[in-house]
């Protein structure tokens, strides 16, 4: 007998990325998603939902609550997000009107509040900015040992930042948020850029993807278009890096061969290097630093899709 999937918490800015990492998971027999929280990122903690909404709606998935978190990062005001990488509204240009399901009435850290009370041991995925967690530890500071493991995607280590040299967008964003849940005593495992910028999606991986088949897929192919040009520019060809796809592929298969470091991670603050991820090396430390991950995140994920029968 197989055993139950286990339950996952996401949080984030759904964004292209971050939609190909929800269907990851919707597709793995392995974990269950059982609910959402949205944060500003890519777009606005409530454009995010709107985004999450309709890749549940698609995918058939009606029962799982999405909530909205945090519309400005703790110590200043959302900035606007990432249209010229995700596109205006987080999805290439592809949303389409709202549906008719609505987001869940609590806020995003009234949901994880009482979905960890339903779900001792509860997984948490972020891969947007860490205000909503760090929100969590403040006001639920005793439910933070009931939790599971927290992966993040996040933080830049050897690797140059992506939003300034040295800060990786979803710890620059919220600096201050990254070094509360950084100091909150709970297991970490960070997916930095280190390991995602070598994962790339070539077009033809798009493709591939798209012929999958059923409306999420083909959502996703539609999408990438946009983030696709974004990458042209970075890496000169049309291939994007998995960021939040690797987090949740780790997530969902923690035997996957990787290089990893423990220790105790902290962000620097201020200065030229604020929003800058440090670790500082132990064996026995609580994080878990991803420096990179054998095999292919790509192929893990069009071969991931292909498990479900996405509804037409
Ligand atoms: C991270 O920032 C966002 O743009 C992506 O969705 C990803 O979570 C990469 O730095
Ligand atoms: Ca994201």
Known sequence: MSAAPRPVFVDCDT???????????????????????TVSGNVA?????????????AAGVHDVPVAIGAHDARA?????????VHGHDGVGGTAGTPGERRPDPRDAVTLLADLVAQ???LEVLALGPLTNLAAFVDVHPEL???LGRVTIMGGAFAHRGNITPFAEANIGHDVEAAAVVFSADWELALVPLDATMPQRLTEADADRLGAVGGAVPRALRSMLDFYLDFYLGVYGDRACAL???LAAILLADPAAEVAARRGRVRVIEAGEERGRTVLAPAANGRHLVVDAVAGSAAERLVGGLARRAWRA
């Open 144 to 146: 933070v040992p009931a």
């Open 243 to 245: 960021h939040d796809p």
């Open 119 to 121: 779900h001792p041991g």
């Open 45 to 57: 903690a409530a454009q995010a939902a709107e985004n999450t909404l309709a890749l549940l709606t």
């Open 76 to 84: 200043g005001a959302f900035a606007g997000g990432a249209p010229h």
């Open 15 to 37: 964004g292209v990325d971050d939609a190909l990492a929800l269907a990851y998971l919707l597709s793995d027999p392995g974990v269950r998603i059982v609910g959402v929280g």
